[in-house]
């Protein structure tokens, strides 16, 4: 059986669409916990799963990495979201600052 390139590129978008979507759900998912931000832990966790979720979206489109970031930044902020929520506000800013680093080292290498 021989599949045309518009089958195949068919393909390919259902895959992309699919990795897009379990990419979402996740981070909707993680951001559920901390649905309607009331606290300013709250707040601060939220507004950095949105910046990984927007990584981890990005990713879809220009690579891998993006997506390795985003998922990295989004479980850490969970985990430091329920394991250390005193300390948090310093977590999270290590957090956003060493993915910002991370992701401009690493794509820099990627050339």
Do not use: K
Not at 10 to 25: F, P
Not at 28 to 35: H, I, L, Q
Not at 37 to 42: F, I, K, L
């Amino acid at each position: 059986m021989t599949v045309t390139r518009e089958e195949a590129a068919s393909r390919l978008d259902e895959i992309d669409t699919a990795r897009r979507r379990s990419l979402t759900l996740f981070n909707y998912g993680m951001a559920s916990r901390v649905f309607a931000p009331v606290t300013g832990v709250q707040v601060q966790t939220f507004i950095t799963l949105l910046v990984a979720a927007t990584y981890a979206i990005v990713g879809c489109w220009l690579g891998l990495r993006y997506a390795v970031v985003g998922a990295a930044l989004a479980a850490l902020a969970a985990g430091a979201f329920h394991l250390a929520p005193a300390q948090l506000p310093l977590i999270v800013s290590l957090l956003g600052g060493g993915a910002l680093v991370l992701g401009g080292v690493w794509m820099r290498r990627a050339r």
